[in-house]
Nanobody
Framework: QVPLVESGGGLVQAGDSLRVSCAAS????????VAWFRQAPGKEREFVAA????????YYADSVKGRFTISGENAKNPVYLQMNDLKPEDTAVYSC???????????????????WGQGSQVTVSS
């Protein structure tokens, strides 16, 4: 498993766009399923989006579907989460996770991922 490094968080206004990235430090994400999770203050960590090991499948939480896009070409380093039309309720710490053995049916399951990034704060003001 390779260490993950995230970047790209920040403070934006509602309706703005932001892109966060997840890179493998000293390695590649080729062959890894990659997912983004987020945790807002006082709430549990929740699934946001995921791409399968071969890049062929992407999944999104209903709350972000149509607004967020996870890059499907995870053989390339890094993997991006493009966030459009951001809302204040999107405010959270966004963490990427990766795993070689994550099967498609487990992409939404945070326990399936052995490797995590440090987290990147995304704040959306109204």
């Amino acid at each position: 498993q390779v260490p993950l490094v995230e970047s790209g968080g920040g403070l934006v206004q509602a309706g703005d766009s932001l892109r966060v990235s997840c890179a493998a430090s000293g390695g590649t994400l080729r062959g890894y399923a990659v997912a983004w999770f987020r945790q807002a203050p006082g709430k549990e960590r929740e699934f946001v989006a995921a791409v399968s090991r071969n890049g062929g499948f992407t999944y999104y939480a209903d709350s972000v579907k149509g607004r967020f896009t996870i890059s499907g070409e995870n053989a390339k380093n890094p993997v991006y989460l493009q966030m459009n039309d951001l809302k204040p309720e999107d405010t959270a710490v966004y963490s990427c996770a990766a795993g070689r053995g994550v099967i498609t049916s487990s992409l939404r399951n945070q326990e399936a991922y052995p490797t995590w990034g440090q987290g990147s704060q995304v704040t959306v003001s109204s």
